[in-house]
């Protein structure tokens, strides 16, 4: 048996239930690739199924207002997605779907990544992902630190079968057992693993408490479904000063989630 043949059977008897990999539509698996973006599993999937149940269609969220889309996105985190995933419908109903991963990028709010990922699972493009766990897996497999043009590479040449099912089994394997402690012992692959010690950990995230992206969360969460708010308004409604609301708001203004009017916001739109 092959490595590919290896890992591919593994992923038949062990790949977890997750309601987007039911579907080929790409707008499902758009929103899905959002959300995961920064945000783990088990808080996605019932915010993912809210989201859908609320906006079914690519045509549906193209509709929404922002204030809508924002309050059905509260706990992922990271509002400025919503906006962008928003803005990509909005381009998809008026001009339709790119076909592969390099159209794909046209897409407000889609890089590398996602692009990938989207034309593999919707439309069945062969081309290889690069996240996080397929970097930790093809480094360890490789036996050197992968990444960029290389990692790209790799990726490509180790594909086996199609790409739907190779790319989702490989990210499986890095999520269940070839994580930054690994579970070397039920790997299906271990055979063909250069060096499993090997990994390089993503830069590490900012802490949430206290920081200005808590800032901004709460900001946005006080102005949904009210309109226009002053910013001393926001400091009663957060329990944030002055001084954090204002700078939160210039913020939330440039990534064109939030209107100013001298010192009050609303929703954008």
Same mark, same amino acid.
């Given at each position: ?88 419908? @909005? ?44 970097? @930790? ?12 043009? @290389? ?114 916001? @609303?929703?954008?739109?």
């Amino acid at each position: 048996m092959t490595r590919g043949e290896a890992l591919l059977v593994w992923y038949r008897d062990n790949a977890r239930d997750l309601p987007w990999r039911h579907t080929r539509d790409p707008y499902l698996i758009l929103v899905s690739e959002v959300m995961l973006q920064q945000t783990q599993v088990p808080r996605v999937v019932p915010a993912y199924e809210r989201f859908v149940a609320a906006f079914p269609t690519v045509d549906t969220l193209a509709a929404a207002g922002l204030d809508t889309v924002l309050s059905l996105w509260s706990g992922l985190g990271y509002n400025a997605r919503a906006r962008r995933l928003r803005d990509a419908a @909005r381009h998809v109903a008026t001009n339709g779907w790119p076909a592969d991963a390099a159209g794909l990028r046209a897409l407000p709010g889609v890089g590398p990544y996602t692009a990938a990922a989207v034309a593999s699972f919707a439309f069945g493009e062969q081309v290889a992902v690069d996240d996080t766990n397929v970097r @930790r897996v093809l480094s360890r497999w490789m036996g050197e630190a992968l990444d960029g043009n @290389r990692l790209r590479s790799v990726a490509g040449d180790s594909m086996s079968g199609d790409a739907t099912t190779w790319n989702q089994a490989v990210m499986e394997l890095g999520a269940i057992l070839c994580r930054p402690v690994p579970e070397c012992d039920t790997c299906p692959v271990r055979e063909w693993c250069a060096d499993p010690t090997l990994y390089r950990p993503p830069a590490r995230q900012t802490r949430f408490a206290g920081s200005d992206r808590e800032v901004r969360g709460a900001v946005v969460r006080a102005l949904g479904g009210v309109g226009w708010q002053t910013h001393r308004q926001l400091t009663e409604a957060t329990g944030h000063g002055l001084e954090r609301i204002a700078a939160a708001v210039r913020s939330l203004a440039d990534d064109g989630l939030v209107d100013r009017r001298g010192t009050s916001a @609303r929703i954008a739109g």
